[in-house]
């Protein structure tokens, strides 16, 4: 093989696998692997690259029908701009939103590393290198990678353990956001690359205008770069402000349960008075009524009473909301939830993960218990206790028919199985954010969820 031919397939490699790897780091710990991951993340990567090696081939065969041959073969370079978001839903569970929010600042790190390596490295400052120190300039190009990935890894990762853009409720319309912002990015790139190679390029050949050729090849540099930085900036900013909305949404959300809970207790409370007044006038009466109406009185005292118990206080404002929220709710539907919380570990983890987490947990076991027939099985159990440094999280509830585990994870058993099913990824999801374990298990149709968080 030739050493040009060689060269042009290892930039093809570089690029490739530059932009899965950080695909790799921007996915691995805020979404949800799926089923076979490293599988998927090899057999991935290797049909990824098989794409990039066919540019090589291509480009010859172009070069013999068209001159021009960067707009001839823009189809192919639009397709592949768009392989790195098919890899990112082949190894993970994503929405469109986030998926395209990954990729965008995969390709634009990465861009900017090309700039840097192919552009002003080869093309500009040493053009010759690459075929006369081919070993020398692939292990820089190598060492320059690994440092380079190791920077952006632990610039970027730290800030996306979470995947904040799973809480929009618009994601469609975020999802084409993104989508304009990529091809708008796309096409003003592609033109600056075409400006570099097919048009500034030539002047080289002319020494009367050699300066001016160095002079623009520099600034289109500069353009590239720039434009690159900013996008990065523009993505972070509407991840950032993403994240605050949906925080935001969660404490008004919160706000009106704390409202709605005080509301609730005053009037169970002065339901509960009037109830045990009532009842001192009406213990000598409740002898001389009918059975049924002894009964009513009965069933309508014991019903004050047992909202008056839902209202669950722990200590912890937003979880007294939320586990009173989901206790009048089962208390409604003969459903008994037991809470036993012993925890001052609570604060490790943030308002809006833990309302998603434990609100996410006791709504699929609330799903599951509704569809119970025997009224002694309607029971929920939630724990959340110390476990020496650990904060240990366990949900126990019973369920009918099967659980089919699927990666560690029960599958939905509902008919749309593309928009439901996220329960319990999104918990996994936030409990390895904060670099816990999830473990779902099933014994004797009881279905126990257990999380450990350091």
């Known amino acids: 093989m030739e050493m040009g031919v060689f060269l042009a397939y290892l930039d093809q490699f570089r690029y490739m696998t530059g932009i899965l790897a950080l695909c790799i780091i921007l996915c691995r710990h805020a979404l949800v692997h799926k089923a076979h991951y490293l599988r998927r993340i ?26 021009v041959t960067p707009l001839a073969i823009a189809p192919y370079w639009l397709g592949m701009s768009f392989v790195p978001l098919a890899f990112i839903f082949f190894c993970y569970e994503a929405t469109w939103a986030s998926a395209l929010f990954r990729m965008m600042l995969a390709s634009f790190s990465e861009t900017i590393l090309t700039v840097l390596v192919r552009n002003l490295f080869v093309y500009i400052l040493f053009p010759d290198f690459p075929q006369e120190h081919p070993v020398y300039y692939i292990t820089g190009m190598a060492a320059l990678y690994t440092i380079l990935y190791f920077v952006i890894s632990r610039l970027m990762e730290k800030r996306m353990r979470r995947d904040e853009l799973v809480h929009l409720h618009n994601d469609k319309a975020t999802a084409a956001l993104f989508l304009l912002i990529y091809l708008s990015y796309t096409a003003i790139l592609s033109g600056a690359k075409y400006t570099v190679e097919e048009m500034i390029l030539p002047l080289s050949s002319y020494a009367e205008l050699a300066d001016m050729y160095r002079y623009l090849q520099f600034f289109v540099v500069f353009i590239m770069i720039v434009l690159c930085t900013v996008m990065n900036i523009v993505m972070w ?218």
């Not at 098989?50 to 010859?60: G, I, N, Q, S």
């Not at 949906?246 to 109830?275: C, D």
């Not at 366990?394 to 749309?416: S, W």
């Open 237 to 454: 900013y509407i991840y950032q402000h993403t994240a605050l909305q949906a925080e935001k949404e969660i404490m008004v959300q919160l706000s009106q349960n704390r409202k709605t809970q005080y509301e609730f207790s005053r009037e169970n409370i002065e339901m509960i008075n009037r109830k045990t007044h009532d009842l001192k006038h009406q213990l000598q009466a409740l002898a001389l009524v009918s059975d049924e109406e002894r009964k009513r009185q009965l069933q309508e005292t014991s019903r004050a009473i047992d909202f008056y118990d839902a209202v669950v206080k722990t200590g912890n404002e937003a979880l007294d909301i939320l586990l009173t929220e989901k206790n009048v709710y089962c208390v409604n539907r003969q459903i008994r939830l037991s809470c036993m919380v012993n925890t001052r570990q609570l604060q490790k983890i943030r308002l809006l993960d833990l309302y998603t987490l434990l609100g996410n947990a006791l709504d699929n076991a609330i799903e599951s218990v509704e569809k119970i027939r025997d009224p002694g099985k309607k029971v929920i159990s939630l724990s959340i206790l110390d476990e020496g440094t650990m904060l240990y999280i366990q949900l126990e509830n019973y369920y009918e028919g099967t659980l089919d585990l699927h990666n560690g994870l029960p599958r939905t058993q509902k008919r749309d199985a593309v928009n439901h099913g996220f329960g319990l990824k999104s918990i996994s999801s936030i409990v390895r954010a904060y670099g816990g374990e999830i473990e779902v298990r099933t014994e004797d149709q009881i279905f126990y969820l257990e999380i450990m968080i350091p």
């Open 42 to 67: 090899a057999l991935g990567g290797a049909l990824c690259c098989l794409l990039a090696f066919a540019y090589v081939p291509l480009r010859k065969a172009v070069e013999q029908f068209y001159q």
